[in-house]
């Protein structure tokens, strides 16, 4: 019986091979890391397209950093020392995963820190945080270390110059602010890979009818002095920062101190006339679309007020009412008594206080959803935003 002739296979038809430039325009209008991710472990070309330095910067660039939790300010190492100031957001938000990740994997307990009960947590931008000694010591100024959480990294800050502090006396100096400075988006895109880990401090204080800002770069390895003289005290000042520019709302004024981080230079805008910055709070924020914004907490609500912001100055058109955002209730339908409590980039940080009972809300400022975020111990009344991509969307800091 004659063997049955095999007949050949049609060769399989060949896929498609997408050129990388293209591969990378599609990863970039994936929504979340979280789908990038998903996506570099398909195949080995798509993880070479998304693991390159110059891919994850646009991504970056492109796509807000989402917040994963936030960081207790009042953290000092006294009442709980061995504390972790890290609280991640929980379900049903979206990051809580994420969150859940950063937790494990980062060391915000800062044991790779000598000494590291001593720090008290005074900012966080970028995935570094800012400390500073515990207030129990002597003058802080002296001794300032940013650190990064994630990937258990720290540098010390030299001191400021003495001849720069001469002229103030030490008690002033010991009431400093100190802030990291927002890298900006243009920034961001346009450093190298070996300046990805620079950073600036700026270093706030009131002497009289004085306002001191003392800028630091890690750069050069230098403090700059900056002053404004006011026409008086500014009493409490409430920090904000937008469009490359800190701002800090004088109490009971209507207006609020500019001070511009490109050029260091200081000035005074106007606010709106019945703004609230007095009682219920207030804060200056990036409003979208090229406007500066200032949101102030009403009965039940935000209002937003926006003007025109060219080349870090304010348009001729002056403050227009824009919008109001209705504030969420408790379960049982009382309200919050609501707190700002930090404002940069596109976030706001919010807390809503009952007698029992805290919580962290955000609300974003380009969509102006608010969501909540996590509940608080009773004995935070301050804290960081800390928005970062995850691992490895997330490259070291320092």
Sequence with gaps: MAAARRIPSAPAAAQPVLPDE????????????ADLARASAACTSFLRVVSARRFLRRFRSLHPAPVLGVLDGDWFGITHPAADLFVPVEPPHLSASAARALARAADFTFSFIPDARSWWPRDYRDGRVLLSPRVDKAIASDDLVVCDPLHRRYVRIPPIPDDLTAPIPPAVMQNFQPYL???????????????????RIICAVQWGNK????????ANQKWELVTYHSLGYFGHLRRCYAHGCFFWVVDSERNALMLDTRGMKFSIIDL??????????AAIVEAGEGRLGLLTLGDGAIDLSCMIWRNNSVGAEGWQHCKMIPLTKDCDGSNYDWLIMDAAGRYLSLMALRSDSSKCFVLDLKTMLLKRLCALNDMVVHFHLYASFPSPFAPPSL
């Design 22 to 33: 293209i591969l990378e325009e599609i990863f970039l209008r994936l929504d979340a890391a």
């Design 181 to 199: 400075v927002p890298a900006s988006e243009d920034e961001d895109d346009k450093l190298k890979d070996e300046e990805q880990s620079s950073f």
């Design 211 to 218: 306002f001191i800002a003392f800028f630091f770069s890690s």
């Design 272 to 281: 709106p006339p019945n703004n609230g910055t007095s009682s219920k709070g």
